[in-house]
């Protein structure tokens, strides 16, 4: 139900020396090579900001305690606050808008640029050339979840909010993540 959906996402995890004093390093490798902000949360560079890793000012609540913080919130806080339904209202501010005509359609704009990321480099790129210590489980994903993810992109592509631009390239997007999956599955 995310502009994310089957789209695999690559983090890189340090775990410095004196954690858990201090919180873990977390990058995203998943950019597209630079080009791609998936999230106001997740910059092109692979900066992840969450106040939980001190990478985004919060509430003294929401950072890092070396005696009560994990890893698996880490995660979670990742899944649950970041990869979300309608991430263009992570922008700070922009949550006001949430709701409004306007709003709804700046979220589907915002959604549109996320869902044609998400096939080129959350699939169509780990399919053609995948981190070599992960190949067996980016093919295992793929070739489980085939006929489910082609359905997604393809639903995506006949979506009747998109704009026009929007669904051509999804469309070709589809035609072409079916042709590498059945080259490469």
Not at 126 to 155: N, W
Request: hydrophobic share 35%.
């Amino acid at each position: 139900g995310t502009p994310y959906s089957a789209g695999l996402f690559i983090f890189d995890i340090l775990c410095p020396g004196d954690y858990p004093n201090v919180a873990p390093k977390v990058n995203l490798q998943t950019t597209g090579g630079g080009t791609v902000r998936f999230n106001p949360n997740l910059y092109n560079c692979g900066k992840v900001c969450l106040s939980l890793l001190g990478t985004w000012q919060g509430d003294q609540g929401e950072s890092w305690h070396a005696k009560t913080s994990t890893l698996l919130q880490v995660l979670m806080s990742i899944q649950a606050l970041i990869l979300v339904p309608d991430p263009f209202f992570n922008e700070p501010g922009y949550e006001k808008n949430r709701g409004t005509p306007e709003g709804d359609r700046q979220s589907r704009q915002y959604n549109e640029v996320i869902r044609e990321a998400t096939v080129k480099f959350g699939m169509l790129a780990h399919l053609k050339s995948p981190a070599p210590e992960l190949a067996d489980p980016i093919r295992m994903h793929f070739r489980m979840r085939k006929e489910t993810i082609l359905e997604q992109v393809r639903g995506w592509a006949e979506d009747k909010h998109n704009s026009a631009r929007h669904a051509s390239h999804m469309t070709a997007l589809a035609a072409e993540l079916e042709a590498v999956m059945n080259k490469h599955l």
